[in-house]
């Protein structure tokens, strides 16, 4: 179905099918899986079959699942053989995979690693690798894992590197895998400009009000609400759901069979608000979400690029609603300079902004007593155990244990 190459595909491909190390720079939804799938698939088609040839490492299991479906459905006639590795399931099925052979593997470091340690994969036979994210898979503290991955691979492999961003640890990381790289840069590493940005000034306690009111009154397609922390995340998907939304949570914390559930629930429509965390902002490869929210507004301008990239991909148009309280000038101010004269702020209309911070029950339940400053419970004297007298070291429970 690929009939014009979007600019980082017409860059890449190209220097890639020659064999030559790649840096490739460019905003999430710009078509760089199948930049480097493509080619890697037109590679492997000659040469032996069942030996890993080429390895692609990327930092979330959503990532890895994104890159595994695209190579099964741009190499379905190619009858190359792609397998996923990743933790949080189990890894005996991963084994007898391997044990199969394959011919590309889509994995995260850590599991990955692991799988080398334990001697139940063969990289020898690695003609590519890709590392995609790069600049996450930093941020998710991945770099020592990396490295160790490096030592096992061939010297003579071809490398491409792949990032929304280009901090300083990506380019040190840069320098040690790629050799004499092909640089190739789709425009500013800032959101793209079918997306339209907005602020939304809000107190803490208003948040959930604030988004529901957007909810009832505005015309969305599928909407994706992020949060910093995994327990909010599960918190506003669990209130959105109770009050008659169609919305799930997907979270760090969740076993990956619910969180693949989530995400296959929220790509056939069957829920309509998708409340995720920051470690599924790159993961999450779902056509025509119109708006992303930000019920927490993001650490940085950087992070912030990553989530709006859910939205306004393949040239579609989309909507970011970032809520700002007043403790967020910094990461507010950050994101301000990078957007410009494309952010705007609002007020919802008819939305009372004025409401109170609820009350605080003081004090906490203890041995079913209310305490409380007011009326608290008279402090018993405690009971102090008496120290036994001329027992021996050796009779005590631990040194008995000991011995």
């Known amino acids: 179905g690929y009939t014009v190459p979007t600019p980082i ?19 999430t939804g ?52 792609s397998a ?34 334990r001697g139940t994969i063969d990289l020898s036979g690695v003609e590519v690798l ?5 600049d996450l898979m930093f941020d998710m503290g991945f770099l020592p894992d990396i490295k160790k991955i490096l030592k096992r691979l061939p010297a003579g492999r071809q490398a491409l590197l792949f990032s929304a961003t280009m901090p300083n640890a990506v380019r040190s990381l840069a320098n040690q895998v790629l050799k004499d790289p092909v640089r190739v840069q789709i425009g500013p ?16 306690h208003l948040k959930t ?51 693949q559930k989530a995400l296959d629930g929220f790509r056939s429509g069957r829920y309509k608000i998708l409340v995720a965390t920051d470690v599924a902002a ?8 119109s708006h992303v929210i930000n019920y927490d507004i993001p650490e940085s301008a950087n992070a912030y690029t990553h989530r709006i990239g859910r939205t306004g991909r393949a040239c579609e148009t989309g909507d970011a609603f970032t809520f700002v309280t007043s403790k967020d000038k910094g990461p507010a101010f950050s994101i301000t300079r990078v957007l410009g004269n494309k952010l705007k702020h609002c007020v919802m209309e008819d939305f009372d902004t004025s ?12 041995y079913g007593v209310q305490r409380n400053n007011s009326n608290r419970p008279a402090k018993s004297k405690p009971h102090v155990r008496s120290k036994p007298k001329n027992r021996p070291v050796a009779a005590t429970r631990r040194n008995t244990f000991i011995n």
């Open 9 to 27: 595909q017409l860059q890449s491909i190209p220097p890639i099918l020659d064999g030559k190390d790649v840096l490739g720079l460019a905003q």
């Open 30 to 81: 710009t078509g760089k899986t199948a930049a480097f799938v493509l080619p890697i698939l037109q590679r492997l088609v000659q040469g032996p079959r069942g030996v890993v040839r080429a390895l692609i490492i990327a930092p979330t299991r959503e990532l890895t699942e994104q890159t595994h479906q695209a190579i099964g459905v741009l190499g379905r006639k190619t009858r190359l053989r």
């Open 84 to 117: 996923t590795i990743y933790g949080g399931v189990n890894i005996q099925p991963q084994i007898s995979t391997l044990r199969r052979g394959v011919d590309i593997v889509s994995s995260c470091p850590g599991r990955l690693l692991d799988h080398i340690n």
């Open 130 to 134: 890709v590392l995609d994210e790069a």
């Open 189 to 204: 590493t800032t959101p793209a400009d079918t997306v339209s940005h907005t602020f939304y000034p809000v107190e803490t």
């Open 209 to 259: 009000a604030l988004l529901k009111n957007i909810l009832n009154t505005t015309e969305t397609g599928p909407v994706l609400v992020f949060t910093r922390t995994k327990m909010r995340a599960k918190s506003i998907g669990y209130k959105l759901e109770k009050s008659g939304y169609d919305a799930t949570a997907l979270h760090g914390n969740m076993s990956q069979n619910k969180r």
């Open 282 to 289: 790159r993961g999450i490869d779902v056509r025509g979400v």
């Open 355 to 366: 409401s109170p911070v609820p009350e605080q029950k003081s004090g906490r339940k203890r």
